[in-house]
C-alpha cells in the first residue's frame, strides 16, 4: 500500500534537526514516564538526554550500530563516564519537552556535553555529560580527528 510520502514525512522530524550550537530534539511525556501524581520521575530525564545525544549523533553521522560493528575498522563502543544533573523544574504528562544538546569540549577519547531540557522557554532540568569512546577492549580510544569539526560548534573553534 503507498503511503503517498507520509511516512519520510513523519520520519523526517524523528530524530530532531542538528542546529548552530548542537541539536534539537522534541519529545512528549508519556503516561510510562510519570510517577503516580503526573509528573515525570527522576530517571526518565536520564532517557531524554540519552535520546537526544543519541539522535545528535545520528544525524550527525556517527551510528551507533555502525560502529558497534566495527564498520570503522574495529568497534567502538560510547560509554557515559560522568553525569551532572541540576532538577529545576517538573515535566507532567502530556508537557511537550525540547531536549537540547551542544559540544562543549572535545580532548583525547572525551567529549564533554551540556543539555537542557525545556518546556516552552522554561528551563526544567540541565545536564553535563562526559562521554568516551572505547575500543572492544574496554580501552579508551581516540576521538577522530573527522569528528571534532562535526561535533564542535563553530562558536567553540
Known amino acids: 500500500m503507498d503511503d503517498h510520502g507520509e511516512s519520510a514525512a513523519l520520519c523526517a522530524g524523528l530524530s530532531g534537526a542538528l542546529t548552530e550550537f548542537g541539536h534539537r530534539l522534541m519529545a512528549r511525556v508519556y503516561y510510562a514516564d510519570t510517577d503516580f501524581s503526573g509528573v515525570v520521575y527522576h530517571a526518565r530525564y536520564l532517557e531524554f538526554f540519552e535520546r537526544g545525544r543519541s539522535d545528535y549523533l545520528r544525524l550527525a553521522g ?17 560509554v557515559v563516564r560522568r553525569m551532572e544533573i541540576d532538577f529545576r523544574g ?68
Do not use: C, Y
Not at 556517527?62 to 560510547?78: N, P, Q, S
Open 90 to 157: 517538573s515535566a507532567r504528562m502530556d508537557d511537550v519537552l525540547t531536549i537540547e544538546t551542544r559540544t562543549e569540549d572535545i580532548s583525547g577519547a572525551r567529549i564533554f556535553m551540556a543539555q537542557q531540557l525545556k518546556r516552552g522557554g522554561k528551563v526544567l532540568v540541565e545536564a553535563r555529560v562526559e562521554a568516551a569512546i572505547i575500543g572492544e577492549n574496554g580501552r579508551p580510544r581516540r576521538f577522530p580527528k573527522k569528528w571534532i569539526a562535526t561535533f564542535m560548534p563553530k562558536t567553540n573553534r
Open 62 to 78: 556517527v551510528h551507533h550500530t555502525e560502529l558497534a560493528d566495527g564498520k570503522h575498522g574495529e568497534r567502538i563502543i560510547w
